[in-house]
Every structure is written in structure tokens, then in C-alpha cells.
């Protein structure tokens, strides 16, 4: 199984609303990568987790909260969220540790913050 | 942190043609992905490759890492080859911290 699978698919949510998106892996990966993209543009970097523990945060505001319950299972939980972090959310998976092995993505959630 | 560039930003090109996009990077690599996303945003990595050359079916990448400069090959173009190619580098610190992408290449294969 080479599959990272996101739910949900899309995603519309209210300034005020609390929701998570959740990512899962079944390939044995030690680390776990949220990126966010903007239409037109490439992917950023925004968590990623080694080990099941944080190791990146490229400043993100507050209002995203990443988790990493277990080693297949990546959450990232919304809150309070502005009309400009409407993007595309990707999640992704490697092994982690040296040397760097392939990055191996999901299908994506489409977040639109109303 | 790594530069990466990429050209052409936008390729438009007939079926059967041979494509080439190139990408170059400031720093020193770990590893060099290239990827490509189709209109509906998921991304397929289409290789990882730290040094030579490598082929699947009708693509081709090869790195060249004295220079920080990768090229990816498509042989024999179909429409269906039509999408967005990223170039994507690790950086040599290496471990899990994450890509550093090009802003891509937009490839249009017509029939």
C-alpha cells in the first residue's frame, strides 16, 4: 500500500467554525508533512513530524494545530481560521531519519473559509 | 535555505514532441523530486534521484549535482502529459525536514 489518503475532499467552513482534516498512512513512514498551496503556487511547508513528535513548525499561525495521535495518523485542527487561508492543505509521507526517502503525497483537502 | 528555479514557467507543445524542463538549485542537495500535480491538486512524485540518471517508461531525470542543475525528459509527448511539473529539493542537512519547491513548470501537450 503506497497510498496517503486525506479526508475530507472539500472542506467549507465559517470564520468561527472548529474542524480538523485528518491524513493517514499505512507505509511504515516515520514522518508526516503538512503543506499548504495557494492557487498558482507551490506547495509550502507548514509542519512536519518525526517520530510522532513535532520537529518543524515554519511559523504558522495559532489557529492551526497539528497532531500526530500515532504513527499512520496525521491531524491537522482548525480554529478561528481567515478567508485568506482558503488553499489547498496536503499532507505527505516519507521515512524519516538519513537518507531521505521518497516523499509520498495525498490527494489534498479544499479549504474555502467563508 | 535552497533556491530553486525552474524553466520554462510554461511550456506549450505538440503531441509527439520531446520535452525538457529544467531545474537548478543554490545549495547542496540531499535528494532532488520531481513531481507532478494535475488540474484537482494531487501530487505524484515521479522520482527521487541524488546523482546520474534515472527512466520510467516514457520520462526521464537526470542530475547533475556539480552543477545543482536537473533536467526531466519526456519522450514521445501525449496530451495526457499535460499538467504542472515540480521540481522539489532536500537539503543536505537531510532527515525529515521537509521539501523546498520550485514554482513549476505548466506543460500543455495539444493533439
Known amino acids: 500500500d503506497t497510498e496517503v489518503t486525506q479526508t475530507p475532499k472539500h472542506l467549507v467552513m465559517g470564520m468561527t467554525n472548529k474542524k480538523s482534516l485528518k491524513c493517514e498512512q499505512h507505509?511504515?513512514?516515520?514522518?508526516m508533512y503538512w503543506y499548504k498551496q495557494k492557487a498558482k503556487k507551490p506547495p509550502e511547508l507548514m509542519f512536519v513530524?518525526?517520530?510522532?513528535?513535532?520537529?518543524i513548525n515554519e511559523s504558522v499561525p495559532s489557529r492551526f494545530s497539528p497532531e500526530c495521535p500515532n504513527s499512520s495518523l496525521l491531524n491537522l485542527h482548525l480554529h478561528a481560521l481567515q478567508p485568506e487561508d482558503s488553499a489547498l492543505y496536503l499532507c505527505?509521507?516519507?521515512?524519516?531519519?538519513?537518507?531521505?526517502?521518497?516523499?509520498?503525497f495525498g490527494p489534498g483537502t479544499r479549504l474555502t473559509v467563508l | 535555505k535552497n533556491e530553486v528555479e525552474q524553466s520554462p514557467q510554461n511550456l506549450t507543445a505538440q503531441e509527439g514532441e520531446f520535452i525538457t524542463i529544467n531545474c537548478s538549485y543554490s545549495?547542496?542537495?540531499?535528494?532532488l523530486h520531481w513531481l507532478q500535480q494535475h488540474p484537482g491538486g494531487g501530487i505524484v512524485s515521479l522520482f527521487m534521484?541524488?546523482?546520474g540518471k534515472k527512466k520510467h517508461g516514457r520520462l526521464i531525470a537526470t542530475i547533475n549535482i556539480q552543477e545543482k542543475h536537473s533536467s526531466l525528459h519526456i519522450t514521445a509527448s501525449h496530451p495526457r502529459d499535460s499538467a504542472v511539473y515540480i521540481c522539489?529539493?532536500?537539503?543536505?542537512?537531510?532527515?525529515?525536514?521537509?521539501?523546498?519547491f520550485g514554482k513549476g513548470t505548466h506543460l500543455i501537450i495539444q493533439p
Open positions: 507505509m511504515g513512514h516515520r514522518a
Open positions: 534521484l541524488s546523482s
Open positions: 513530524y518525526s517520530y510522532e513528535k513535532l520537529s
Open positions: 545549495v547542496g542537495i540531499s535528494a
Open positions: 522539489a529539493v532536500w537539503d543536505s542537512g537531510g532527515g525529515a525536514d521537509g521539501l523546498t
Open positions: 505527505a509521507s516519507s521515512q524519516a531519519g538519513r537518507p531521505v526517502g521518497e516523499q509520498f
